[in-house]
C-alpha cells in the first residue's frame, strides 16, 4: 500500500514541474513582448519591406493642375425654335458627323405647330370671306344710293324746267313749280349726303374688317415660318458636336447625356454646334485660392485623354476677371474662374468635349534639398522624416526633426535637418499594420 501512494506522490509532482515550467516560459515570452513595444521609437524595424526615396538637391517646381476640355474659339450654335415651347426632336443627326452647308442636321416634330397653323388658316379664309361679302354688300348698297341721287337729280332737272313756265302760267301755279323745284334739290342733296355718309360708314367697316383679316394673314405667315424653323440645316460644312441635354440628367448640370433624337427640347435650347477646328482653346476653372498664382501668358503643358502619344503646349490666353459660383460640387458651392489656353499647335484627332488634363508652373525655386511629399509626418506637431539606417532596403529607420520650406509638384523643400544622398521612407514605418 505504501509503495502504491509513492508513486502516485511522483507522478504528481512531475505534472506539477511541467506546469511551473509552461507558465515560466510564458511569463519570458510575455515579457519580450512587452519590452519590445517600449523599445526606442526613433530606430524601427520593419518587417515589412517599406518604400523609400533618395533626397536630393534640385529645382522645386510649383505647379497647378487643372482639369478642362477642348473647346472651339468660334461655332455655329443651332438652336431650338424659340416660340415653339416644348418640342420634340424627330431626326438628329450623330455626333461627330460631317456635314455640308444646306443639310439637315435637325428636324423638330411640327404636328403641334401645324394643328395651329391649320386653325389660322381657316381664320384667314374666314376673314377673307368676310371681306369679300362686306365689299358686295357695300357695292350693292352704293349702287342703290347711286340710282336714287341719279333719280333725284333727275327730279330736279324737270322740276326747273317746270318752274322757268312761271311767267305765262298763273301765279299760283307759277309758285308751286318754284316750290316743287326747291324740294327736288333739297330731296337731291339729301341723297348726295346718304351717299356719302354710307360711303363713309363702308369704307370704316370695311377697314375694320380687312383689319382682321390682316392679322390672320400675319397670323398664318408667322406659323408658315415657325414650321419653316422646325427643319434646321447646316450653315456652313462642319462637324456636328451635340451639346448636353441638361434637362436629361447629371449631377448639378454635369455629366448630362447630349441631345438625342425623341428628347424633348426647350425654347432657345443650344442643341448643336459647327465649331471652327482650326481655332481650338482649352477651356478650364480656376480655383479661387489659386486665381492669383497664374497670370495671362504662363506656358501650359497637356495632355488630351483621347490623344496618349502627344504632349500639347501653349499659353494662358484669358483668365476671367470675375468669379462665378460653381454648383458642380455639391454644397456650399465655390467660386471659381474661367481660364483659357491657347494652344501652338493643333492635331486632326482633336474633338470639341475632349477632356484635357493641364499643368502651369507657377513657380521655380533652384539649388534647394528636395523630398516627395509622401516622405513628411506629423509627430506631436513636429515635422519629421524617418531616414533609412544601413543598405538599401534593410528596413531599419530613423527619426529626424525637419524644417520644410515651399511645397509643390509632389515635393517638400528641406530647409533643415536633411541631406542630400540619404533615403527616407515614403510610408510611415511606425503605423499599426
Not at 482639369?67 to 424659340?82: E, K
Not at 438628329?92 to 458627323?97: A, T
Not at 484635357?356 to 534647394?368: L, Y
Not at 506631436?380 to 530613423?398: I, L, M, P, T
Amino acid at each position: 500500500m505504501l509503495g502504491n501512494n509513492s508513486s502516485i506522490w511522483y507522478r504528481r509532482r512531475g505534472t506539477i514541474i511541467v506546469v511551473g515550467l509552461l507558465l515560466v516560459a510564458g511569463a519570458v515570452v510575455a515579457y519580450m513582448r512587452w519590452f519590445g513595444s517600449r523599445g526606442d521609437a526613433s530606430t524601427v524595424s520593419a518587417a515589412t519591406a517599406i518604400p523609400s526615396a533618395e533626397v536630393i538637391r534640385g529645382e522645386l517646381v510649383d505647379i497647378v493642375e487643372l482639369r478642362g476640355q477642348i473647346r472651339p474659339l468660334h461655332s455655329v450654335d443651332l438652336l431650338a425654335p424659340p416660340d415653339a415651347g416644348a418640342i420634340q426632336i424627330l431626326k438628329l443627326v450623330k455626333d461627330g458627323d460631317t456635314v455640308k452647308k444646306g443639310d439637315v442636321v435637325i428636324v423638330f416634330d411640327p404636328s403641334t405647330i401645324q394643328m395651329t397653323l391649320n386653325q389660322r388658316s381657316s381664320d384667314l379664309k374666314q376673314a377673307e370671306a368676310q371681306v369679300d361679302d362686306a365689299r358686295a354688300k357695300q357695292k350693292l348698297a352704293e349702287q342703290q344710293d347711286l340710282t336714287d341721287l341719279q333719280k333725284a337729280n333727275y327730279d330736279v332737272e324737270r322740276a326747273k324746267l317746270d318752274a322757268s313756265q312761271a311767267e305765262i302760267l298763273s301765279q299760283i301755279d307759277g309758285e308751286e313749280k318754284k316750290l316743287a323745284l326747291a324740294d327736288a334739290e333739297q330731296k337731291a342733296k339729301q341723297v348726295q349726303q346718304k351717299l356719302d355718309s354710307d360711303r363713309a360708314s363702308n369704307k370704316a367697316d370695311l377697314s375694320n374688317i380687312d383689319q382682321k383679316r390682316k392679322k390672320a394673314q400675319l397670323d398664318v405667315q408667322h406659323y408658315e415660318d415657325a414650321v419653316s424653323r422646325l427643319t434646321i440645316h447646316a450653315p456652313a460644312d462642319g462637324m456636328v458636336h451635340l451639346m448636353p441635354n441638361w434637362r436629361a440628367g447629371g449631377n448639378f448640370g454635369q455629366n448630362a447625356p447630349p441631345f438625342k433624337e425623341g428628347d424633348r427640347a426647350w425654347p432657345m435650347a443650344g442643341i448643336a454646334q459647327l465649331p471652327d477646328l482650326s481655332a481650338l482653346r482649352i477651356t478650364a476653372h480656376l480655383d479661387e485660392e489659386d486665381r492669383g498664382r497664374l497670370h495671362a501668358g504662363e506656358t501650359v503643358s497637356a495632355r488630351v485623354d483621347a490623344v496618349t502619344d502627344m504632349e500639347f503646349t501653349g499659353t494662358v490666353a484669358d483668365i476671367s476677371p470675375l468669379a462665378k459660383i460653381d454648383f458642380s460640387g455639391g454644397w456650399p458651392p465655390v467660386k471659381n474662374f474661367d481660364l483659357v489656353v491657347a494652344l501652338d499647335h493643333l492635331d486632326p484627332r482633336l474633338r470639341v468635349g475632349m477632356s484635357v488634363t493641364e499643368r502651369i508652373a507657377v513657380q521655380r525655386i533652384p539649388n534647394v534639398i528636395l523630398v516627395p511629399s509622401e516622405a513628411l509626418f506629423t509627430r506631436n506637431g513636429r515635422d519629421v522624416v524617418y531616414v533609412e539606417q544601413g543598405a538599401k532596403g534593410s528596413n531599419n529607420f530613423n527619426e529626424r526633426d525637419v524644417v520644410i520650406g515651399h511645397r509643390g509638384g509632389g515635393q517638400i523643400e528641406i530647409r533643415g535637418g536633411l541631406q542630400p544622398g540619404v533615403r527616407v521612407a515614403l510610408k510611415d514605418p511606425v503605423a499599426k499594420p
